[in-house]
């Protein structure tokens, strides 16, 4: 039976990489953000979230326009619960659907930026956090995203602080030097082939 491995880490900690680091050792990788993205295109729930919202949401190219979206429901904490119980279980029947399909990999990756916020540890065989201190993180989120240190700051009190996290993960991974990064994670993926 495949393992669902948890990945996650508050906004600049590197998850992605890290993701991506297991992809590249040709561990299957979903990344619920993406699949989230993929889903938010789609014509039904466009209409949804534009529903959801009294203004206008939608880009000039008809797509919605993620980062106003972003600074509406970090400001409206309601507005956001409402997205996600939207958004949520299309990602999980989309999980599911691929899980189908990497059945036969003795674990997978699932990056979930919001996995303990979400209880999703519960349906997980075991979780990896990835921290790296807050500067390193806003400066990796400003290099990146087209976005104001206020907004990066209202998303990480709006995610459950780090000690919380560090407290219900399986394994910690510091990300702040990639090639110990790497090496971490080389030690992992023998782990978690034998559990």
Known sequence: MTKIIGLTGGIGTGKTTV???FASKGVPVYIADEAAKEIM??????HQVQTLFKENVISENGQLNRSYIRELVFSDKDKLKQLNSMIHPKVTLDFENWLKQNK???FIIKEVAILFETKGQNYCDATILVTAPIDTRIQRVLERDNTSKEIILKIIENQLPEEEKIRLATYVIENQNLEKTYELIDILIKKLNNI
């Not at 295109?41 to 466009?46: C, D, F």
């Open 41 to 46: 295109n789609t014509k039904e729930v466009i």
């Open 104 to 106: 036969k990999a003795p």
């Open 19 to 21: 993701a991506k680091y």
